[in-house]
């Protein structure tokens, strides 16, 4: 007996040994606090609140301030029966493509370009209700324990990424005496791992995952440990909502370069990074940002009453309720490419904007810079095609766009109103009255499937101003861009750089600091008239930039198409034929691209890429009769060719 419990010790710390030589060589910050931990806890430094136990022949975690076990059941029949109930259908999986309400088709949408293609042909010829796939690419475990179960299920399902998550440094160091880690990272295999992690250094791991080899990123596998870690479930099901390929295809980056060419072409001003980052405007003035959430509301009056105390920054969508209360911007920001942004701009007096900076992304639609014609408009590149100047990025939404670019134009104290991420309590609208948009949520959830990214979940967080507030996923995205914007600005000036104050009644926006009214109210009141020059800031962030020559760019992007166009004639026989002619003429279009003194070529073809391959991949690995037949291979590789042809064609006439 004493020499079976000395070869389980010596077993035990062998596997211990093996995995801190891993994490030492793949993940050093996880090894690093391993071992601080375990530093501690022989220095009686840490009380140990969990210990390994082996009894009636498995291994369990002994939780002391409880006095409880963490399993209480076999461990290893535990394992064995969580790898019999992951199997390769959907079941136990997020499904990342978007269907079309309660049904099982795919969604298509107009800024989904040639993909549509891919989509209609899975559409008529895959069995949606009955999917079960050849191969799992990507899985989630959410809770190590002890990782018995973990070896199992990848010995079953063998995912070529995986992510697990543990909450508790303490349980997954017990885990490193029991399961081999190394094995998750051999043979080509990627590991992700994320150890009592942060909200925020979970999403930063979260966006990782995600990013590597998105082009499988159609389903996502997962394995839930513990019921308690639901809410970690539900922050995955949030990142994948706020993070999709389609959201901002190619198709939509491809208008925006044309556009973004005409701009130039007309000799229209662009901000000049250089120069904004000399002059920073907004340095040393108190700056409102109105948005347009319902609490906007109720604040009318008092910005009304102490406008002139604040550079007033807000989103088009809510200008023409400002204009009907009297209330002047001196900045305005307008982002969105569609046609409506002109409906937006249209004031009922053609001369309220006179005083007022307009800033656009150059992607906007003719029809709303026609409306500014005249006014004091100036634009951010969302596509680096003037080196020279520099760009500013982009978000997804206005209300974010008009954060980044105060903190870009050098504002310290920001004030923000109407940035709820939440609809009204009582009616579901999503905006304030008379605002230029109009959009009612309903206040009780539609899907009950926890698994399906849907938009449509109704959500009880915590609140700003408030306990608790209900919203939904989508609103929740502009939460979400806040908190990454906020981080990524943080990055660039300094934990000092700024602050954010919020008077919004919506839900609570980590790092911006909630504020009530008569607190505002204290601050200002001995607060004089700022002033602000739209013209003169216009000409001291702004450039006219010198026109772009694509000449060679047109030539290059000529003989690709030609050369797309000759690939027609090969013969597929089967599955591995089909992935090994795409990815070869991949490579060659890759490196073809690199011929360019820009990036616009191959980052276009990136991001047709990333959105196509996710649909293709999809399809590619599912168990179904009949579908990989050599005709419909050949047809599937021909929606793929003309979809590449018609990029090249549609950036060679973006660029004309």
Not at 152 to 176: H, Q
Not at 206 to 212: A, V
Not at 226 to 247: P, R, T
């Amino acid at each position: 007996m004493e020499k079976e419990l000395s070869d389980l010790s010596s077993t035990l710390l062998s596997i211990y040994e093996k995995n801190l030589l891993f994490l030492k060589e793949n993940f050093e910050d996880i090894f690093n606090r391993v071992n601080t931990l375990s530093d501690d806890i022989n220095n009686n430094n840490h009380k140990e609140k969990y210990t390994l136990e082996y009894k009636d022949g498995y291994f369990d975690i002994l939780n002391h301030e409880t006095n409880s076990w963490y399993y209480g059941i076999n461990t290893y029949e535990d394992a064995d029966n969580r790898a019999k109930l992951t199997n390769f259908t959907k079941e136990g999986s997020f499904n990342l493509l978007r269907t079309i309400g309660e049904t099982n088709y795919l969604v298509k949408s107009k800024t989904y370009g040639n993909v549509m293609n891919i989509i209609d042909f899975i559409n008529d010829n895959v069995d949606l209700n009955n999917i079960e796939y050849s191969k799992i690419y990507k899985m989630i475990f959410i809770g190590s324990g002890l990782g018995i179960h973990l070896h199992e299920i990848n010995k079953k399902i063998y995912p070529f990424t995986s992510l697990i998550i543990e909450p508790e440094l303490e349980v997954f160091r017990l885990s490193l005496f029991v399961t081999d880690y190394s094995e998750f990272n051999k043979n080509n295999k990627k590991l992700f791992l994320s150890i009592e992690d942060d909200n925020d250094k979970r999403l930063k791991i979260y966006s990782d995952f995600y990013n590597y080899h998105n082009y499988m990123n159609y389903n996502v596998k997962y394995n839930m440990l513990l019921s308690n870690y639901k809410d970690i479930h539900g922050e995955i099901v949030d990142f994948f909502s706020n993070n999709f390929a389609g959201y901002f295809s190619y198709n939509l980056v491809m208008e925006n370069i044309r556009r973004s060419v005409n701009f130039i072409k007309n000799r229209e001003y662009f901000i000049d990074t250089k120069k904004m980052y000399e002059n920073k405007i907004l340095k040393n003035k108190k700056v409102l940002l109105i948005a347009a959430g319902p609490s906007l509301d109720n604040y009318i009056k008092f910005i009304q009453e102490n406008q002139d105390k604040f550079i007033i920054v807000c989103v088009d969508v809510i200008l023409r309720k400002l204009e009907k209360n009297n209330i002047k911007p001196n900045i305005v920001v307008t982002i969105d490419p569609s046609h409506l942004c002109a409906k937006y701009l249209t004031c009922d007096d053609k001369n309220y904007l006179n005083d007022s900076l307009i800033v656009c992304l150059a992607q906007q639609h003719e029809k709303t810079i026609d409306v500014l014609k005249g006014k004091d408009y100036i634009f951010s590149q969302t596509v680096e095609l003037i080196k020279d100047i520099g760009m500013l990025g982009s978000v997804n939404n206005v209300g974010t766009f008009s954060y980044m670019i105060s903190v870009h134009f050098g504002a310290t104290e920001i004030y923000t109103i109407g940035n709820d991420a939440a609809f009204d309590q009582k009616t579901g609208s999503r905006y304030s009255s008379d605002s230029s948009h109009i959009q009612t949520e309903t206040i009780e959830s539609l899907n009950n499937d926890n698994d399906t990214v849907s938009t449509y979940d109704v959500l009880e967080l915590e609140g700003n101003l408030r306990d608790k507030i209900k919203t939904n996923r989508s609103l929740l995205s502009f939460k979400a861009s806040f908190e990454d914007t906020y981080i990524n600005l943080i990055n660039t000036y300094g934990e000092d750089s700024h602050k954010v104050y919020n008077l919004s009644d919506g839900v609570l926006i980590k790092n911006f600091i909630p504020m009530k009214f008569d607190e505002i109210n204290n601050i200002i009141k001995n607060i004089g008239k700022i002033e602000f020059d739209a013209k003169r800031e216009k000409k001291l962030i702004g450039i006219i930039p010198a026109n772009v020559d694509f000449k060679e760019d047109q030539k290059l992007l000529s003989r690709l198409i030609n050369k797309t166009n000759k690939r027609k004639i090969l013969k597929i026989n089967n599955k591995n034929e089909f992935l090994d002619l795409k990815l070869e003429f991949m490579i060659y279009l890759l490196e073809e691209s690199k011929k360019s003194d820009k990036n616009v070529i191959g980052n276009i073809f990136l991001l047709y890429t990333e959105l196509v391959d996710i649909y293709i991949n999809f399809l590619i690995n599912l168990k179904q009769n009949n579908l990989y037949t050599k005709e419909n291979l050949k047809k599937i590789y021909l929606i793929w060719l003309d979809g590449v042809k018609q990029v090249f064609k549609d950036l060679k006439e973006a660029i004309q």
